[in-house]
């Protein structure tokens, strides 16, 4: 973490093509700020939605990487 930014690193590569990260959702004091742009680094800019159940960050189609996918929230 960052005073600007937040990462959160995935041990594996899912299968379903999506994480989601109950510690961020929506309402969750542990993460109060909002949450306007998620990149997956080697990557760019993935799209996300910040639900009550968690932030759900869906990942490209082809695994771009075989080492653990690591995100960059801002």
């Given at each position: 973490q960052t005073k600007k930014y937040l990462y959160a690193t995935v041990l594996?590569?899912?299968e379903e093509k999506q994480?989601?990260?109950k510690s961020l959702a929506a309402g969750s004091e542990?993460?109060?700020?909002?949450v306007n742009r998620v990149e997956?680094?080697?990557y760019g800019k993935v799209?996300?939605?910040?639900?009550?159940e968690g932030l759900i960050l869906?990942?490209?189609e082809?695994?771009?990487?075989?080492?653990?996918?690591?995100?960059?929230i801002k």
């Open positions: 594996a590569w899912p994480v989601v990260i542990l993460y109060p700020r909002s997956l680094l080697g799209k996300f939605n910040r639900t009550s869906y990942l490209p082809k695994q771009v990487n075989s080492i653990a996918p690591v995100f960059k």
